[in-house]
């Protein structure tokens, strides 16, 4: 098998020859080739190198199309704040809380910002690598957006002072995902995965993201499909156990759990929906190999029965990781293949 | 009667009603209750409820920036000047360390204390260590409080101690939290305690305030 070949069949809960190992791994890229992160993230053609010298060096199954969760929001008007090492932050957001609606214009993919560079990227991927690795891309989710067009704490009180307003910005902010997420198809990623982290019960309740969040996701999942999506993947890290049964009705087929929900936990909850994660980001930071391997073992062993699986973080890999955890981490689905052959 | 419209307050709060709060609030002092009455009998019976509430499995931003923007227009209400330290059952320096502008959880964490009755300085995000402890001395704080949403901010926390330490302040309690800092140790972050969640947070500081008047 493959690594594309590997994951289609995890995503199906059909046998593997080994669990996939799907690291998430994006700034990472640039800190291991010895780049700026700055330069990592405004440079596709850079992106694309780094992407696939790391799927050299650690021999995983899947690279990302991705910059930071800032690109959207810049494309529509938000200034952005670059610092050498470091994901960029919004200096200025381009939303007010009152502030006229009908001034947002929604990105053109092919010049907007960034995202033209993030296009090259997944192309340049994908004809590199073909149908050998899954090649994701990624978009941020509904509520993530919103709150990068706004500011967190001012899209918060807006969506309690002021829901009706709140939900025409998520509505904008869905149309948005689909807009950049369709083009990534187009460029050539496998599918863009859907990253929700706003979306979490940490920031907004169950009842929440069932009533504002399921449809708006449902939508952004059926256009991804409509568009040659080989799958719908949606990553909200956190504390997610209350929202995960709802992630089928989204038309995620593989869901990203972080360490809050235990594995068995996760597969009660979604019995028949590829998982994946879960293990701590910071432990590639500040943990031995060893720990790291251990966990990794650990979470290949508990889903042995199962399949449906791809070992992974729950969360980014901060891009200062040791590369020897991933290492790790990578050689336990390594382990797993020995045992199975 | 008072109590009455005292429990309307609290209730209010937790509906994370502001406007209704403040107005609950004017209503008490008008009756001629004393503001660390409404404190004690209104912004920390709220928090309290809400911590019984919030536990590590059900807590998120939204409800406590609801309530806690409630009780931060009750607070400035009473004390439009900031709360005096006599008044304050302690003082407290938080901060969000330099290398990360993502200041939510410490704006949560700030409201979670007001709401307990403690005096909060808050020094904001991107904050330099030696600003930190600057206030620290200058505040003579009782805890300082640190916060890091990205993992790059760990070497930061962990020149806090020492920093403080420098200055002949190493009696002040380090609490850490935020969810880069929440997946390390106290030990590795070199701090007295990593709060799970803002509540988990001032439940630590209330036990440590109530050792030191004992």
């Known amino acids: 098998m493959n690594s594309l070949e590997r994951i289609k069949a995890a995503i199906a809960l059909d046998p593997v020859d080994r669990t996939p190992a799907v690291p998430q791994l994006f700034g990472h ?67 007010t809380p009152d502030g006229d609606l009908s ?239 | 009667m008072i109590n009455s419209e005292m429990n309307k307050l609290v209730e209010t709060l937790l509906q994370g009603d502001h406007a209704g709060a403040l107005a609950e609030a004017k209503r008490l002092r008008a009756a001629g209750v004393a503001p660390e009455r409404i404190v004690t009998e209104g912004m920390e019976a709220a928090m309290s409820r809400l911590d019984d509430k919030c536990t590590v499995e059900s807590f998120n931003l939204l409800e406590i920036m609801l309530v806690g923007r409630a009780v931060s227009a009750v607070a400035n209400e009473l004390y439009p000047e900031g709360m005096p330290p006599e008044q304050g059952r302690a003082t407290f320096v938080i901060a969000t360390l330099e290398g990360d502008v993502h200041d939510l959880g410490k704006n949560i964490t700030r409201m979670v204390l007001i709401g307990k009755g403690y005096r909060v300085v808050d020094l904001g995000k991107d904050c330099p260590v030696e600003n930190l402890v600057n206030a620290a001395q200058r505040e003579q704080a009782d805890a300082v409080l640190v916060s890091g949403l990205i993992s790059p901010v760990i070497a930061q926390v962990r020149k806090v101690r020492p920093a403080l330490a420098e200055r002949g302040l190493g009696g002040i309690k380090v609490v850490a939290g935020g969810a880069a800092l929440k997946q390390s140790s106290a030990e590795a972050l070199n701090v007295d305690y990593v709060a799970e969640t803002a509540f988990d947070g001032a439940r630590y500081l209330d036990e440590l305030m109530r050792r030191r008047h004992e």
């Open chain 1, 29 to 95: 890229a640039a800190t291991l080739a010895g780049v700026a992160l700055g330069d990592y993230l405004r440079d596709g053609g850079l992106l694309a190198r780094c992407q696939i010298e790391a799927l050299k060096h650690y021999g995983h199954d899947v690279v990302f199309a991705f910059m930071d969760l800032s690109v959207e929001t810049e494309a529509v008007g938000s200034i952005l704040q670059y610092r050498e090492n470091q994901y960029p932050d919004v200096a200025s957001y381009v939303l």
């Open chain 1, 103 to 341: 001034a947002l214009t929604m990105p053109d993919p092919a010049r907007a910002g960034r995202m033209p560079e993030l296009l090259r990227a997944a192309g340049i991927l994908r004809r590199e690598l073909g149908d050998t690795v899954l090649v994701a891309g990624c978009v941020a989710g509904p509520m993530t957006l919103a709150t990068q067009l706004l500011g967190i704490e001012t899209a918060l009180y807006l969506a309690a002072d002021d829901p009706e307003r709140f939900e025409k910005i998520l509505d904008f902010a869905a149309a948005v995902a689909i807009r950049y997420g369709t083009a990534q198809i187009a460029a050539g990623v496998h599918l863009p995965v859907i990253f929700d982290p706003a979306a979490s019960s940490a920031v907004v309740p169950p009842q929440f993201f069932r009533e504002l969040l399921l449809p708006r996701l449902k939508r952004v999942f059926a256009a991804f499909s409509q568009a040659g999506a080989l799958a719908g993947w949606l990553n909200i890290a956190g504390p997610t156990e209350a929202i995960l049964p709802y992630y089928p009705e989204a038309g995620a087929d593989i869901a990203n759990f972080d360490y809050y929900v235990a594995p068995d936990r996760a597969q009660q909850l979604l019995p028949h929906t590829c998982l994946d994660g879960n293990i701590k980001s910071l432990s590639f930071v500040d943990a031995a190999p060893e720990e790291v391997g251990a966990a990794a073992s650990r979470l290949v062993a508990a889903f042995a029965g199962r399949g449906g699986f791809l070992l992974s973080s729950g969360c980014e890999i901060p891009p200062e990781a040791k590369p020897e955890n991933i290492a790790a981490m990578v050689a336990a689905c390594r382990g797993d293949e020995a045992c199975r052959s």
